[in-house]
């Protein structure tokens, strides 16, 4: 009888084990939200939302990442809860921050993008037209915009050939004195499972304001997206 009660509270114990194992993430490693999020609220908080659902600001759109939670990031956070079958109510709670948590690593950037893609040239980040910090900061912002254009594209992978380039890494590689490239924000895309027109084409959706592929002179190699202050959007043979 002992052995069988033994047995028993073994099995409890494992059982229990697996249950805890299984449990969904509630905090992470990078950045931890401790209240849930909705509009007419401000603060760091809502910047750390609004670079993670800065994908998704709705077609020719980009949404800002003021720390405010205005219309433009509850429209940005309900498209976000209805790409990944949340309930879209554009509240960030629970639901929506363990999605987020599932999305990114521990340095912030998301699972499927590194800051090594984005930076080719240098450990640093140094040497560009902006600080390090705000070049490793915009990439970053990249990093979501690519992710959600990602998922949106069925979650095959996307191709970056290029990122981040000092002054020194833009001159050798032939690229523009103004290049968005120097600024951290600038990304270069090649074909993969989708054709570069495909990527220029739905990048329009995820909050690029720059936006150049094949038509445009010296693109016909590469979809080119960036952070630059207005839209200039030329793919001519894409149709953009």
Not at 31 to 52: A, F, K, P
Not at 184 to 195: A, E, F, N, Q, T
Request: proline share 4%.
């Amino acid at each position: 009888m002992r052995k069988i009660i033994q047995l028993c509270l073994s099995l409890v114990v494992a059982c229990a084990g697996v249950a805890v194992a299984a449990a969904p993430a509630h905090a992470d490693g990078c950045y931890t939200w401790g209240r849930t999020l909705s509009q007419g609220m401000n603060g760091e908080d809502v910047r750390q939302l609004q670079i993670r659902v800065s994908g998704y600001p709705g077609h020719g759109a980009v949404l800002g990442l003021d720390g405010d939670f205005g219309p433009a990031t509850k429209a940005a956070v309900t498209r976000f809860q209805q790409a990944y079958g949340l309930p879209a109510d554009g509240v960030a709670g629970g639901q929506t921050f363990t999605k987020i948590y599932q999305l990114q690593d521990d340095d912030c950037t998301p699972v499927n993008f590194a800051y090594s893609e984005l930076n080719r040239c240098n450990s640093t980040w140094a040497g560009g037209a902006v600080p390090a910090a705000t070049a490793k900061a915009n990439a970053l912002v990249s990093m979501w915009k690519l992710q959600a254009m990602r998922h949106a594209l069925g979650d095959s992978s996307i191709r970056v050939t290029s990122g981040f380039r000092s002054v020194s890494c833009n001159n050798a590689a032939g690229g523009a004195s103004n290049s968005r490239h120097l600024y951290g924000d600038g990304v270069d895309l090649g074909s993969g499972p989708h054709s570069l027109c495909k990527l220029a084409q739905q990048a329009r959706n995820h909050g690029f304001n720059g936006i150049l592929g094949p038509g445009y002179p010296g693109h016909g190699d590469h979809t080119h997206v960036d952070h630059r202050s207005s839209r200039f959007w030329s793919a001519s043979s894409c149709g953009i």
